[in-house]
T-cell receptor, first 111, second 115 residues
Framework: GQNIDQPTEMTATEGAIVQINCTYQ??????LFWYQQHAGEAPTFLSY??LDGLEEKGRFSSFLSRSKGYSYLLLKELQMKDSASYLC????????????WGLGTSLAVNP | EAQVTQNPRYLITVTGKKLTVTCSQN?????MSWYRQDPGLGLRQIYY???????DKGDVPEGYKVSRKEKRNFPLILESPSPNQTSLYFC??????????????FGSGTRLTVV
């Protein structure tokens, strides 16, 4: 089957670094997405990884290991506004026009 | 500004009264999709469309209808809403669906309550 696992909740301190993990099982791989979603708002696109390694975008970086079925989102210099849910998603192997979504990791950034 | 526009933002309705949630995008995207989001269940796809007049069922299509008569519009229709359709709904569009690095652009969401 196809599945995504993420921790349900995480807590971190303003100014710190936090790593949000995502493991996936899929019979074929066509990339991995990370989205940020503030409570009651729409998800917004953060990153897309299709090759192994780390991709950096300002304070946010995303890492992928296809052999391990593993990705993480790294958030540096945390700010209060980073308190949100972070969603991991991969295209469905049988129909890559559909995404399989994780349930999201709710991150709370404390002062 | 590139965006997906959903209306209404909030809607309270009664069981059985037909309703339509509109979705429009101005990015000339071929792919559009509807999701519902419920606590503990995450985002679940209702229907998606690869292009005009091309629609397909997602994971939870029962009780919903869609149409794609124009590229920019993808309305969601609830012919006879029931309380279990109370949810937060999102429309999304993309250049290429689940592949490619462009990701999805989501509308602001519609919070629907059926009593």
């Amino acid at each position: 089957g196809q599945n995504i696992d993420q921790p349900t909740e995480m807590t971190a301190t303003e100014g710190a670094i936090v790593q949000i993990n995502c493991t996936y099982q899929t019979s074929g791989f066509n990339g991995l997405f990370w989205y940020q979603q503030h409570a009651g708002e729409a998800p917004t696109f953060l990153s897309y990884n299709v090759l192994d390694g780390l991709e950096e975008k300002g304070r946010f970086s995303s890492f992928l290991s296809r052999s391990k079925g593993y990705s993480y989102l790294l958030l540096k210099e945390l700010q209060m506004k980073d308190s949100a849910s972070y969603l991991c998603a991969v295209p469905n192997a049988g129909n890559n026009r559909k995404l399989i979504w994780g349930l999201g990791t709710s991150l709370a950034v404390n002062p | 500004e590139a965006q997906v526009t959903q209306n209404p933002r909030y809607l309270i309705t009664v069981t059985g009264k037909k309703l339509t949630v509109t979705c429009s995008q101005n990015m000339n995207h071929e792919y559009m999709s509807w999701y519902r989001q419920d606590p503990g269940l995450g985002l679940r796809q209702i229907y998606y469309s690869m292009n005009v007049e091309v629609t397909d069922k997602g994971d939870v299509p029962e009780g919903y209808k869609v149409s794609r008569k124009e590229k920019r519009n993808f309305p969601l229709i609830l012919e006879s809403p029931s309380p279990n359709q109370t949810s937060l709904y999102f429309c999304a569009s993309s250049l290429s669906g689940g592949t490619g690095g462009s990701g999805y652009t989501f509308g602001s969401g519609t919070r629907l309550t059926v009593v």
